[in-house]
C-alpha cells in the first residue's frame, strides 16, 4: 500500500473547507427520476427553495445532480444533462454566490464549464473517471476537489456486477491504481467513495461498512453516500420515505469509523449525528 499525505482541508475552487470535523453534503437532484426525490426539483424556483433549505440547514457543501444513477436508470444525452444542470447552476448562483458547490457528473466537458463559468468547487464522479477519459486531465488542470467513487460498469448495468472474490481487496486496488493516475496528473484535492449500493449486493455493502475505517489507511477524505438508500429499506421492507431512522443509524456507525462527509437527504438530521458523535471524542 502506497502511502499519501492526510488532508485536513479540501480546496474547492479557492475556497478552503476544514475536514478537522466531519462535514454534510446536501444533496438536490434536479432528475425526473431519482430513486427518493426525483421529480421534486425540476422547476427553477423549487431548486432554489431547496437549495434555501439546505443551506438553512447547515449544509457545508451543496450537491447538483442532473444525471440519475439509480440501479437501472434510462440513459441521457450530454445535451439533456448540459440543459438542466446549467439551468440550475444560473439561478443557484445570482441567489447564492458564495456557497460551495459540487457538481454530480461524469462528464469532463460538463464538469470543466461548471468549474470555469459557475465556480464549482467540487467535482463529484460516480464513475472515477472510467466514463470520461478527460475527466482526470480535467481536474488536474482545474485544480478542485474531486470525489471518485467506486463503481463496475455503468448505472444501467453495475448491477449485474457484483461478483467479487474479495471485495475490500479489489476495492483498495481500484482506488491505489486512480489515486496514482490522479496524482501524476498532479491533482491534489482527492476524495474516495466507497460507493454503497453501486454495482454491490446488499450483503457488500454491510460488508463495506464493516469495513470502513480500512480506508483510513489511504490518508484521504472519505466520503459516505447512504441516504435512504436501498441497503436500508429493503431489509426492514419500508420505502425510501421511511428510511430516515435507519439512515441516521448507518450515518453514526460510518462517523465513528472515520467517514468525513456525509452526502445526505436530510441535512438537519446528519448535522445532529455530527454534533452528537463528537460528544464522544
Known amino acids: 500500500m502506497q502511502t499519501y499525505q492526510k488532508r485536513t ?21 434536479i432528475t425526473p427520476d431519482s430513486f427518493y426525490d426525483g421529480g421534486k426539483y425540476t422547476e427553477n424556483d423549487l431548486i432554489v ?19 440519475s444513477s439509480r440501479p437501472g436508470a434510462t440513459h441521457i444525452t450530454e445535451k439533456e444533462e448540459s440543459k438542466r444542470i446549467f439551468s440550475a447552476l444560473e439561478v443557484i448562483r445570482k441567489k447564492f454566490p ?8 461524469f462528464r469532463s466537458t460538463i464538469a470543466k464549464k461548471a468549474i ?3 465556480q464549482v468547487g467540487m467535482i463529484n ?10 475527466m482526470f486531465e480535467t481536474i488536474a488542470n482545474l ?5 471518485m467513487m467506486h463503481l463496475k460498469g455503468t448505472p444501467q448495468n453495475m448491477q449485474q456486477n457484483t461478483v467479487y472474490e474479495n471485495i475490500i481487496k479489489e476495492i483498495f486496488s481500484y482506488f491505489t491504481d486512480k489515486i496514482s493516475q490522479l496524482k501524476l496528473l498532479g491533482a491534489n484535492d482527492i476524495i474516495i467513495d466507497p460507493g454503497f ?20 489507511l489511504f490518508d484521504l477524505p472519505l466520503l459516505v453516500g447512504v441516504s435512504r438508500k436501498s441497503m436500508i429499506y429493503k431489509p ?15 450515518h453514526t456507525i460510518a462517523l465513528q469509523k472515520g467517514a468525513n462527509i456525509l452526502r445526505v437527504h436530510d441535512v438537519k438530521e446528519a448535522r445532529e449525528i455530527i454534533q452528537i458523535n463528537k460528544m464522544l471524542q
Open 9 to 29: 482541508s479540501i480546496n474547492c475552487n479557492g475556497q478552503l473547507i476544514s475536514l478537522e470535523a466531519p462535514i454534510v453534503m446536501a444533496i438536490v437532484n
Open 49 to 67: 427553495k431547496r437549495v434555501a433549505q439546505v443551506i438553512r440547514e447547515g449544509a457545508d457543501i451543496v450537491d447538483i445532480g442532473a444525471y
Open 98 to 105: 458564495n456557497i460551495v458547490i459540487s457538481i454530480d457528473t
Open 116 to 118: 470555469e463559468e459557475f
Open 125 to 134: 464522479d460516480i464513475s472515477a473517471g472510467n466514463m470520461d477519459v478527460k
Open 143 to 147: 485544480q478542485v476537489s474531486y470525489v
Open 197 to 216: 449500493g453501486f454495482s454491490k449486493s446488499l450483503e457488500h455493502n454491510y460488508q463495506l461498512l464493516s469495513m470502513l475505517e480500512k480506508f483510513q
Open 236 to 250: 426492514l421492507q419500508i420505502s425510501p420515505e421511511e428510511a430516515l431512522n435507519g439512515t441516521t443509524a448507518l
